[in-house]
């Protein structure tokens, strides 16, 4: 009887032994299979975000040589390094947000209470910037041209501005 037992506990052990490593390896096999299905679902959506970005900045400064080389010249004291002018013409723009009756760039008078400010601003390349401006309620955007003039100012006017329905 005890012989018997021992045999029966043996057998049911690596019964037991045999389903279990069944298992376990299917499922490393199956966990392997969804690292390389989740790893290929990544970097597909990193190439396609990537594509986005680089089709987003095809209409920038920081990507646009031709605009980039306006602004270098053969006198090399007058040479302007765009990487220093982009956040100075942001400045410059933003600055003027500080104007009681709103930033007079935005091509819009005051409607109501509250004045137009200019929200956020795209360089797009060395003679155009378009921007995006807000009294709170009503939303616009406005194309800009500017201008680095010799004493190293910059000038701004406005092309077209257009205001969104509420």
Do not use: C
Not at 61 to 81: G, H, M, R, V
Not at 97 to 111: C, E, L, M, S, V
């Amino acid at each position: 009887m005890q012989r018997s037992f021992l045999l029966y506990a043996f057998i049911l052990l690596v019964l037991i032994n045999v389903f279990t490593y069944a298992y376990y390896s299917g499922e490393v096999k199956f966990e392997q299979e969804r690292y390389t299905r989740v790893t290929k679902k990544l970097k597909d959506s990193l190439a396609s975000i990537s594509t986005k970005l680089a089709d987003a900045d095809y209409f920038s400064l920081e990507k646009n040589e031709n605009a980039q080389n306006y602004f270098e010249n053969s006198d090399l004291n007058k040479t302007i390094q765009y990487e220093k002018l982009l956040p100075y013409v942001k400045e410059q723009l933003m600055d003027l947000n500080a104007n009681p009756k709103g930033n007079p760039y935005t091509g819009q008078d005051q409607i109501g209470a509250n004045k137009f400010v200019i929200n956020k601003v795209k360089i797009l390349n060395h003679r155009w910037i378009i921007a995006d401006y807000s009294d709170g309620e009503i939303w616009g955007e406005v194309l800009l041209k500017y201008f680095v003039n010799d004493d190293q100012s910059i000038s701004f006017e406005v092309i077209q501005s257009l205001l969104y329905q509420k």
